[in-house]
């Protein structure tokens, strides 16, 4: 087949959620089917990221996202406002990539179009309506619950109700406008769920978020400490909130029963509210190379997420290299893990504070628990497998289309 793939994140590396799974879905289609990449991006890829992703893509064509201020472009704003689109989408529209999409389906005969989030929905318009091309959108979050969520974290009364009056666009647009996809794409059964019940015509199906357990080495630590792990992109407010909520109101209460507590917080571009929670028992990584060692010398891996959507390939990875993870209903949410099996759930400080001891003074309870979700992890959560249900689903498309 050939795919047309559009989006607003470069796969290649792949150190971040939508990086990793975009990497692994596009390395798995690469090798059976011709992709060709649209994507829009706030800095253009290096020559080694282009590498990356040589191998298995047959064309990649770059275009630049231009940031919009609340205040710029206003004609184009109250346009989108008067069509019932959400206005902050107006920074993802970048007329050359439209034209270029045209021109390209006017030349190709193409059987899938994907478009990664509904933020990138609207070059569906370059698609024309004569060609029996087959359209799907991807849901990495349900986005208007998400943005609803965040809202009620935020302090600045600006923002906070710029954010819920995007959700309350996002809330009637994102159901009706993914009407027009042949099929949509959720991380889970709770926002397929959430999806369906917004407009149940919908053709939804999940396709969960993974891991590459083959790469992904199991470790089996003969010693336990207090070193305790968050990952996670730090410029994203949900992990802000959730690393300034353990800092403040966890972590004081695990250094005053054990002063050997140790907080690392490990993801990309640091804001300085997190730079600031640095002390003797808190270090800020910022980027690394690898997340691997880092997890490999940490005991406990804990996700005291309060708000946010889809799934945590944290959770997933933690899991794959064997470190337990104590996390909150949210961070869990959309995740096929069982309560004490796979996964401990906290939402409170008590709750945090209980849990993580109860790892790390029952031996026999900590190893069942992690060697319980490395099983379920390879069971349900690996790439190829997760890459292999997608390729069936295109097929099933295309299949009717013949018909």
Known sequence: MRIVYIANVFPYPPVSGHRIRNYHLLRYLGAKHELNLFLLLPEFPSATELTGLGGFCSSIRCYPQMHTGALDRPGLAIRYLLEGRPPEFRSYYNVEMMHDLQAFFDDHQVDIVQIEDPCMAQYIEAIPTVKHIKKVLTFHDINFRKFDRISRLETQLKRRLRLRLHSAILRR???????????????????????????????????????DTKSLTFNQKSSWGRELIYVGNMDYRPNIDAVLFFCKEVLPLLVQMDDRFHFTIVGINPRQEVVDLESDHVTVTGMVADVVPWYAKSDICVVPLRAGGGTRLKILEAMALGCPVVSTAVGAEGLDLEDGRHILIADDPSSFVRQIFGLLQNEEVRQRMILSARQQVENVYDWEMIAGSLNSLYQEMTEKTDE
């Open 173 to 211: 647009w994102e159901p009706r406008y993914a009407g027009r996809f042949d099929l949509c794409v959720t991380m889970s059964d709770i926002d397929k769920d959430l999806l369906k019940e917004m407009n149940p015509a919908l053709h939804v199906k999940t396709v969960p978020n993974g891991v």
